[in-house]
């Protein structure tokens, strides 16, 4: 939904992104589904190149509403190297700054593990169903 944001055009993204937070903050799959649906016909003539980029990742962009409301904020991508970099981000937020090398290091290997650990159980659940 992100690219979809960046190929609007500037003077209506206010209007076109609250439309997509619309969507994007639907109760169920299917209220997001007539959602997104509505916004693409409503909107199709005034953001040709945004209504084709949401129309090619329909299914995509609304995945995350299969998982229960309150889990959802928890929700990430399952691209490890997103993954890492979230991860990175959160973790220096807590320890503001890394004494030396060894540190960093340590830090960047702690992550790894968690993102590839939670990359297994994903692909295990996955692989089950």
Known sequence: MAHSLLVSPPDAWADFKALVIDVRD????????ARIKQLIALKKS?????CRCLEDDLESSLNHLHVPFRHRPLVRTTN????????????????????DEQSAVKLVFAVLIRVKYRQFIYWLLKSIN
């Open 26 to 33: 639907a109760p169920t799959y299917k209220e997001g589904m």
């Open 46 to 50: 005034e953001f040709p190149e945004a």
């Open 80 to 99: 490890l190297v997103e993954c890492t970099f979230v991860e990175e981000r959160r973790r220096t937020k807590t320890i503001p700054h890394l004494w």
